[in-house]
């Protein structure tokens, strides 16, 4: 996991985040401390103009990096991968949740998108389980869509229960990975409740209905 | 006709819309504590906040004639994280016990999980233990199988139904709610959970007895007039006068005297307003001539 942090400083530095990366040590060195903090909270101010930037990812990294990470996302994944070096690892999932639950939205957003790149990334499953219950719908689609970390690690309720709030916050259903796979009889159970919900109400069913139960492609 | 709002956030409302209220009829809410819009990490918020609905909030309702009572409880969504969860468990017997708590609430399901299963269980073992009634919050989504399971937690509990308000009811709900001998309550929104035309269709169907009407309004888009609308479209649609007092007046009165902590009969007068009160130092007016109704 090392390699991941080095490939990661590789392509911040190489895209216009060496100051930042200079100016981390000491901070990273002790994550629970206010410097920190305040390090992965200015990094889209400190970045500037090139924060929101989409650098290709590394080739090693494709699978599970997304295209649509910003320079700002990357900077900040950088800065946990650092982190999680100097706690020990009973820490680590409490260290990301407090992260996660201490951002703006923009930050909330890279912890997010970047989970799946973390050490051991199912030891952060109740930061992205907890990231469903906001109201902010940038934030519930950084961790619904464009994401393999819920697919690949959510217990089912907490799955089932994401993708109906898709629906239900108009996040595109379509944007959520392996949910083929993830298509139990329980998730097409709550699809169908929902659809006749909606029909005893008098109001249309969202598309997106169909796409959970399988019905368009 | 004087209206009962059973269940309105005005923490998140202005004076202004304490103002429309009043000037519809509203002489009564009910505010339950819920969540803020986003998960709350520390215990210490929660603490504040109650405070907050029982001082600040009450004395604001109060500056525009409307009486104001509340409900204490751990709100399902926070029931997730174990850290305030347990946290609050704690205080909770202390906020109960506070002047104007008319109920444990708003507690229930919302994800349907473990977690809130067991806060869920605990909060109505609080409300036996306080001889209040509870409030319940049922999830929005998968709504039918959460009320199911709610219906079924309240009966494992051995809670009295009469003591119980099943709250956000829909068309697929509201049988099983009054079959079990619940209260049923229905948040009459702008455009999701219910809207006016849809609750007088349930209203003809089933009558007025344990039914409840409320805003829900909070910090999202809703509207705090919610209960004086219901009741003009009631009326329009040719429900009696009685039937309308009853959901929207009387009902909500009935269910939460059961805490002993709300008189009825100081509901009838009016509450005399007089806004050159102060409530730690402050008052709600910024430079107007106060109200006083009885100088």
């Known amino acids: ?217 | 006709m004087k209206l009962f709002d059973p269940h309105i956030h005005m923490t998140s409302r202005t004076t202004d819309d304490y103002q429309a209220m009043a000037d519809a009829g509203i002489a009564a809410i009910v505010e339950p504590a819920f969540w803020v819009g986003q998960p709350r990490t520390h215990v210490g918020t929660f603490e504040d906040y109650f405070l907050s609905l029982l001082g600040w909030e009450r004395f604001r309702a109060n500056q525009f004639g409307i009486h104001h009572f509340c409900t204490m409880g751990l709100n399902p969504k926070e029931a997730n994280n174990a850290r305030v969860a347990d946290g609050v468990l704690e205080l909770l017997p202390l906020y109960l016990e506070k002047e104007g708590v008319v109920a444990v609430g708003e507690i229930g399901y919302d994800d349907v999980t473990p977690a809130e299963e067991r806060v869920f269980a605990r909060q109505i073992e609080l409300a036996k233990d306080a001889n209040l009634p509870i409030l319940i919050h049922t999830p929005h989504r998968d709504k039918k199988r959460g009320t199911e399971r709610t219906l079924a937690v309240v009966r494992e509990a051995g809670i009295a139904p009469g003591m119980t308000l099943v709250d956000h009811n829909n068309e697929e709900t509201l049988k099983s709610v009054l079959d079990s001998g619940c209260w049923a309550g229905h948040s009459i929104y702008p455009k999701t959970k219910m809207d006016e035309p849809r609750m007088v269709a349930l209203v003809k169907q089933y009558g007025s007895e344990r039914i409840l009407v409320n805003s829900a309004a909070d910090w999202g888009v809703s509207d705090p007039l919610k209960v004086p609308k219901t009741a003009a479209a009631l009326r329009e649609a040719g429900v009696a006068e009685a039937a309308i007092e009853t959901i929207c007046w009387k009902n909500p009165i009935a269910f939460f005297a059961q805490s002993g902590r709300l008189d009825a009969a100081a509901l009838e007068r009016p509450l005399g307003v007089d806004q050159t009160a102060l409530w730690e130092g402050n008052s709600v007016l910024r430079g107007q001539a106060p109200r006083r109704d009885n100088a």
């Open chain 1, 1 to 217: 996991m090392a390699e991941t942090a080095r490939l990661t400083e590789e392509l911040v530095r190489a895209n216009g985040a060496a100051s930042l990366v200079e100016r981390a040590g000491a901070a990273v060195m002790a994550p629970a401390g206010i410097p920190f903090r305040a390090l992965f909270a200015g990094v889209t101010r400190r970045l500037g103009a090139a924060a929101g930037c989409t650098p290709l990812p590394p080739p090693e990294l494709v699978s599970s990096a997304r295209p649509h990470w910003t320079l700002a996302d990357w900077t900040r994944l950088w800065l946990v991968l650092r982190a999680l070096e100097h706690v020990p690892a009973v820490d680590a999932p409490a260290l990301v949740l407090r992260t996660f639950e201490g951002g703006e939205l923009g930050e909330q957003e890279s912890v997010l998108r970047t989970l799946t790149l973390l050490p051991e990334p199912p030891r952060f499953t109740e930061t992205g389980v907890a990231a469903c219950r906001t109201n902010a719908k940038r934030v519930f689609e950084a961790i619904a869509c464009d994401n393999p970390f819920p697919a690949a690690h959510f217990p089912d309720l907490a799955f089932n229960q994401m993708v109906m709030k898709a629906v239900f916050v108009e996040a595109p259903v379509a944007r959520i990975e392996g949910l083929a796979a993830r298509r139990t009889p329980e998730l097409l159970r709550m699809a169908r409740d929902y659809a006749s919900e909606r029909r005893a109400a008098s109001r249309p069913v969202p598309s997106d209905v169909a796409l959970i139960l399988g019905e368009l492609s």
